[in-house]
């Protein structure tokens, strides 16, 4: 069973900085991605980033190109957002997510709040 569990959400001031961490386990699969996703209170969930396994490829929302950036230990089965130079709209619960074989993201975190103040 793929776990996923997310930490090192917190509140900063805009400008700020956080790294968000995603321990993952249960899967044996080399053709996966895993991203970042994140929902504020009264939006829709948004997709902020992902890595796909197969071609080492990243995406970026245009919103945090430049300032985030995803990677990942495959040694620990850990994936890393780091966040810089937060703004207040970047504020929102944080979840990681995985798929598979390219289909869709069926496996989800418990979700990490960030809050940024201004």
């Known amino acids: 069973q793929v776990q996923l569990v997310e930490s090192g959400g917190g509140s900063v001031q805009a400008g700020g900085s956080l790294r968000l961490s995603c321990a993952a386990s249960?899967?044996?699969?080399?053709?996966?991605?895993m991203g970042w996703f994140r929902q504020a209170p009264g939006k829709e969930r948004e997709g902020v980033a992902h890595w796909c396994s197969v071609d080492n490829s990243t995406w970026y929302r245009d919103s945090v190109r430049g300032r985030f950036t995803i990677s990942q230990d495959n040694a620990k089965n850990t994936m890393y957002l780091q966040m810089n130079s937060l703004k207040p709209e970047d504020a929102a619960m944080y979840y990681c997510?995985?798929?598979?074989?390219?289909?869709?993201?069926?496996?989800w975190g418990q979700g990490t709040q960030v809050t940024v103040s201004s």
């Open positions: 249960g899967y044996g699969s080399r053709n996966y991605c």
């Open positions: 997510a995985a798929q598979f074989y390219g289909r869709n993201w069926d496996y």
